[in-house]
């Protein structure tokens, strides 16, 4: 069970238009997460997936200084060998979210700091990357003798140009927010005072759009990666039913005949 103290390290709450904020806040380790942080992320992400409210979730780290720079060094999980943590790997990846495949909504992640390590797993399990111009990116397992097991290694290499991505998995090394932007995986930089406003723009075109299309998007790209575009094409995904069947469909196009904003009934 969760005791309080550890519920307050992990932020969470949903506003009146279903953006969700989840904040990993221990900025006393530069919001490293431990056993039982872990624990919490995945409730978190459990609670959103059964939540038809929530349309979309902004994940970034308390503090100044780090959006997560990872596993917690100082928890017990260091006493673990190499094999026993691979042994016991989270399907769902780094905080539950880096290698999630149900989670059908957009996570926009909101870099205000270091991403490292699993932060960096996280961030390449977000779908938009908005980050503060003093960030730094990394997959620094090897520089302390381990590895980006929790799909850091393999999203990666998916994410950018094969040897952009290895310039950072063979190194170890930080990478400053305006070389990722160049790589691809950082979607706007801006300075640490923008960083809010930059990610609310970034959420008015979310919610801009069907939350019912919105799912459906989001389930056909990460249930069908694995698939040739002739074989997702033909999935017939619950989402993507539930959008070409919506209330959603028809005000859409209600809306664009009476040259109106649409009022998304979400359903």
């Keep these: 069970m969760t005791d309080d103290t550890q519920a307050d390290e992990v932020r969470f709450d949903v506003d009146d238009r279903g953006v969700a904020t989840v904040i990993i806040d221990r900025p006393r380790v530069l919001n490293a997460v431990d056993r039982a942080t872990h624990d919490r992320l995945n409730e978190i992400w459990a609670t ?17 200084k780090a959006f997560c720079v990872g596993a917690d060094m100082s928890a017990d999980a260091v006493d673990k060998t190499g094999l026993q943590y691979w042994a016991e790997l989270d399907p769902n990846g780094f905080g539950g979210l880096s ?20 932060g960096m797993e996280i961030v390449l399990g977000a779908d938009i990357v908005v980050a503060a111009d003093r960030a730094q990116f990394g997959l620094t397992e ?77 389930q056909m790209v990460s249930r069908t990666a694995h698939l ?21 469909s028809a005000e859409g196009v209600a809306a664009f005949q009476q040259k109106r904003k649409p009022i998304w009934p979400g359903k």
Excluded: F
């Design 142 to 218: 090897p520089r302390v003798g381990r590895l980006a097991l929790d799909g850091g290694i393999h999203q990666l290499v998916r994410r950018v140009p094969y040897t952009q991505a290895m310039s950072l998995l063979l190194t170890g090394r930080k990478a400053p927010a305006e070389e990722m932007q160049g790589m691809g995986l950082v979607n706007e930089v801006v300075t640490a005072g923008e960083l809010d406003e930059a990610v609310e723009r970034w959420i008015e075109q979310i919610l801009a759009c069907a939350p019912t299309s919105v799912r459906a998007v989001k």
């Design 48 to 64: 959103i997936e059964a939540d038809d409210r929530v349309r979309l979730v902004v994940v970034t780290g308390g503090g100044e």
């Design 228 to 248: 040739t575009a002739h074989e997702a094409r033909a999935m017939r995904l619950p989402a993507l039913v539930d959008a070409l069947d919506s209330e959603d």
């Design 99 to 118: 290698l999630r495949t149900t989670l059908d909504v957009p996570v926009i992640a909101k870099v205000n700091g270091y991403a490292l390590g699993g």
